[in-house]
């Protein structure tokens, strides 16, 4: 394995940015794709985010580019990178700026909810890089604001998450358009048959590296849970973001309502909080977003789909304030801190009826949560509450009827559950057994 990034054949202006990054060693999937990329192969990398994968791909492309200096040609570009949601667009294009900042490469960013006239001017300048998110980059295509003729690295990132998010028809109308000719790169966490299928009809005599993060990110997160009653959760939060080494926090619930409800009760005793999740505009989202990485906002209350893909350096801790009724989707959630080698904390709050959550949590990571029973509102009652509550009861309205409807608790779920369960050979089917086993 590539011990460090001078070993990789990378040019000293990328080498300069890199170290201005404090990144020291590559992580695994740079270690085995950038060589492969360099010497100008296709390649099929399994990988989700906060493997480093940005980097992997976002660093040879940048030293092409560079290389094979081009003038700048109107509404056209050399690399083309379609990414599911405009938060990853945003943050693979601030990537590509970061790891880029030494060498005169242009680069746009195209997503939709915002005016379109800064993408077209943009556009209009002939950037060398272009990460977009499908529907609006095709809108701009019939539009006649982008021309694909001199595209010669393409990246097809998340996929899988393409596939759920109903968007693999607009893809493949980009890839039609695009020059036979060209080196491809495809990124999924998971491989279902219809990205299979997508692999060969994209990429050519490929290079398949695989990373497996979930394991390596779990043993570096310390662990925690904490019993409480279901009432007294608020106030346990309250007491939990008194110590100030909890600098940047990610706090999860599993509805959109739990989410703007534990923001707003933060609010109100006077921590600053913010919510994301889908129901917010694109402009409120990436508002939170930036407060919460600018440090303006010291946490942020978010749902399993919101958070899926945020790229924040520098969360110390992860709180459940909600255990997620999917286990695959606490092994993402705390892989929000411990992001490429740093560590962090898992805070999860465990009331009676979530015990089977967290057996099933305990069971795919095969370890067991360490307890914290000091604070004031610790519940033996939760602690030793039998699991017996199968998800499905679970996802029912609570007692007090606050909670949203089953429906959107489900929906979450399967969601996360399909992106997630693929690598490990899992399926929906698979995971409702794991619950009756459990029940
Ligand atoms: P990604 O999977 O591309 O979303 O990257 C996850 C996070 O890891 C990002 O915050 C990167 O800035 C960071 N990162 C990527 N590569 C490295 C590396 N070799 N060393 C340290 N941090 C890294």
Do not use: W
Not at 139 to 161: I, K, N, S, T, Y
Not at 182 to 189: K, P, V
Request: include cysteine; charged fraction near 25%; aromatic fraction near 4%.
């Amino acid at each position: 394995m590539t011990q460090s990034f001078a070993q990789l054949d990378l040019v000293e202006p990328i080498q300069r940015a890199l170290r201005a990054e404090n990144y020291e060693t590559p992580t695994p999937i740079q270690a085995q794709a950038i060589p492969h990329l360099l010497a100008g192969r296709d390649l099929l990398g399994i990988a989700q985010t906060g493997t480093g994968k940005t980097a992997a791909f976002a660093l040879p492309i940048l030293q092409r580019l560079s290389a094979e200096r081009a003038a700048p040609v109107r509404n056209a570009m050399r690399a083309l990178i379609l990414t599911p949601t405009r938060e990853l667009a945003v943050q693979i294009h601030e990537s590509f700026r970061t790891y880029g900042r030494h060498l005169q490469l242009r680069s746009a960013v195209i997503y939709g909810g915002v005016g379109q006239k800064p993408q077209t001017d943009a556009l209009a300048r002939g950037p060398d890089i272009v990460v977009a998110t499908p529907g609006r980059l095709l809108d701009l295509v019939q539009q006649g604001h982008v021309r694909f003729d001199r595209v010669a690295v393409f990246v097809l990132d998340e996929a899988d998450r393409m596939l759920d998010m109903g968007f693999i028809h607009d893809v493949r109308r980009v890839i039609a358009k695009l020059p036979p000719a060209r080196q491809s790169l495809l990124f999924s966490a998971t491989m279902p048959p219809e990205v299979e299928s997508l692999v060969k009809g994209i990429l050519k005599n490929p290079q398949r590296v695989e990373v497996t993060p979930a394991a390596t990110t779990v043993e570096r997160v310390q662990q925690r849970v904490l019993f409480v009653d279901s009432a007294d959760k608020r106030a346990l939060l309250a007491d939990v973001l008194k110590d100030p080494a909890i600098a940047r926090a990610l706090i999860f619930t599993r509805t959109k309502h739990g989410a703007n409800r534990v923001a707003e009760q933060l609010d109100r005793i006077g921590i600053q909080a913010d919510a994301i999740h889908g129901n917010k505009s694109q402009a409120a989202r990436q508002r939170a977003l930036d407060d919460f990485r600018r440090g303006k906002t010291r946490v942020l209350v978010a749902t399993d789909i919101a958070a899926r893909g945020i790229d924040i350096d520098g969360i110390t801790h992860v709180i459940n304030y909600e255990l997620p009724n999917v286990p695959e989707s606490y092994v993402h959630r705390i892989g929000r801190t411990a992001r490429a080698g740093a560590d962090g904390i898992a805070l999860s709050f465990c009331d009676a009826s979530e015990r089977a959550f967290l057996r099933d949590i305990e069971k795919l990571t095969r370890q067991r949560l360490a307890v914290v029973d000091t604070h004031r509102f610790h519940r033996a009652g939760a602690q030793a509450a039998a699991p017996a509550a199968s998800r499905h009861a679970r996802q029912e309205p609570s007692r007090n009827g606050r909670q949203e409807p089953s429906r959107n608790g489900r929906q979450e779920a399967s969601r996360s559950g399909r992106a997630n369960g693929g690598r490990r050979g899992g399926s929906r089917q698979q995971q409702t057994t794991r619950a009756g086993a459990a029940a």
